[in-house]
Nanobody, 125 residues
Framework: HVQLVESGGGSVQAGEFLRLSCKVSGITLSEYCMAWFRQPPGEQRQREER????????AQRSFVKGGFGITRDNANSTLYLQIVSLKPEDTGMYYC??????????????????WGQGTQVTVST
């Protein structure tokens, strides 16, 4: 049974730093591209419309959008997302996702096989 469990979200002030975690079980993390996506607040959107923030592939290479960092600890089956200098527009639900190799840094949400339930981040001024 595959599980991805995000944690670390909450209500924070603009300008602060935040680190989110994604604990993975049921798969071998080193065999998967891992990514973080975000869904902004408001009306429900399809999974495919989630914004891709950061990706880590099986070769220890990564893609990140400005203001984000991604690290993975394969030995402890945990993925992290670092968010520097949070802004109100960073408010949303943050999801981690796994895509079994072969996979790509340029993959989209529809490519990912497994998803967590998300952790909410709310940024206030």
């Amino acid at each position: 049974h595959v599980q991805l469990v995000e944690s670390g979200g909450g209500s924070v002030q603009a300008g602060e730093f935040l680190r989110l975690s994604c604990k993975v079980s049921g798969i071998t993390l080193s065999e998967y591209c891992m990514a973080w996506f975000r869904q902004p607040p408001g009306e429900q959107r399809q999974r495919e419309e989630r914004e891709r923030l950061a990706v880590s592939n099986t070769a220890q290479r990564s893609f990140v959008k400005g203001g984000f960092g991604i690290t993975r600890d394969n030995a402890n089956s945990t993925l992290y997302l670092q968010i520097v200098s949070l802004k109100p527009e960073d408010t949303g639900m943050y999801y981690c996702a796994a895509w079994r190799a072969p996979c790509s840094l340029s993959g989209v949400a529809a490519d990912y096989n497994y998803w967590g339930q998300g952790t909410q981040v709310t940024v206030s001024t």
